[in-house]
């Protein structure tokens, strides 16, 4: 019975070969949502490193945004706590004299206090007082995240469970800093649209990202994953929405609620 290419679609997705954070060969089948927010997270970064001598990124994958954004600091290094991707990051960045480091499994980072102006983050976890401990007394953190309702359409699509940090939003993380002393000066959320076209994109993307439906096999979501293959080859792709908040925010005083305007200028 012909499977309309199924088989070959869930094969393609569950062994293509994939490293660090690179969806190059995926394009126009996986897509980054970043044009289509209203703010630009490489502008909140760049026009800072002219001013500063020193920069950490924080899960730095394979070290693909990073190595952008030359010239860097002189003093640049990176962590990445998931292991295929730190020898992928360290080819990358290397030529670029940046050091790239695992942090301890406690969470800890590496670097003596007061080690870096800048900190950024760019969808990885943070723990607020380690970071204040690694920056400068006029250091600031640079961090977008994707949001706790990211492509819930899609766990509601499998039937699967919503993931375990739903109640990550803007709000919760403006909260956490504030309590721990932080002064945040900017901040911004938005959910964009965005759509799944074909199910072996969607085998790549819970493949790499384990978190969105931890207990995901072929196996145990197959009518669903059959379901929705019928769907997208008559033309009817996943529509899902993309989750993220980024902010600006310096070790000091409360900044109180009000939520500037987009874009934060450069201060």
Known sequence: MDDDGYHDLIAEGLNAPFEGWDFGRWQGRLTDPEAALPWSYRRLVSERLPAVGSLLDLGTGGGEFLSTLTPLPARTAATEDYPPNVP??????????????????????????GTFELVTSRHNAYHPDELRRVLTDDGVLVTQQVGGRDLEELNAALGAPAHGYRDLCLDSAVA?????????????????????????ALVLFLRITPWQVPDFTVERY???????????RAGRPLEVSCHRFALVARPGRSAGNAHPAIPEPLS
Do not use: K, N
Request: hydrophobic share 40%; aromatic share 4%.
């Open 222 to 232: 197959t009518t669903a994953l059959r379901r929705l293959h019928r769907e997208m």
């Open 88 to 113: 992928v990051a360290r080819r990358r960045l290397a030529p670029l004299g940046v050091r790239v480091v695992e942090p301890t499994a406690d969470g800890r980072l590496p670097f003596p206090d």
């Open 176 to 200: 956490e800093l504030r309590a721990a002393g932080w002064r945040v000066s900017w901040q911004a959320e938005a959910r964009v649209p965005e759509r799944l076209p074909d199910i072996g």
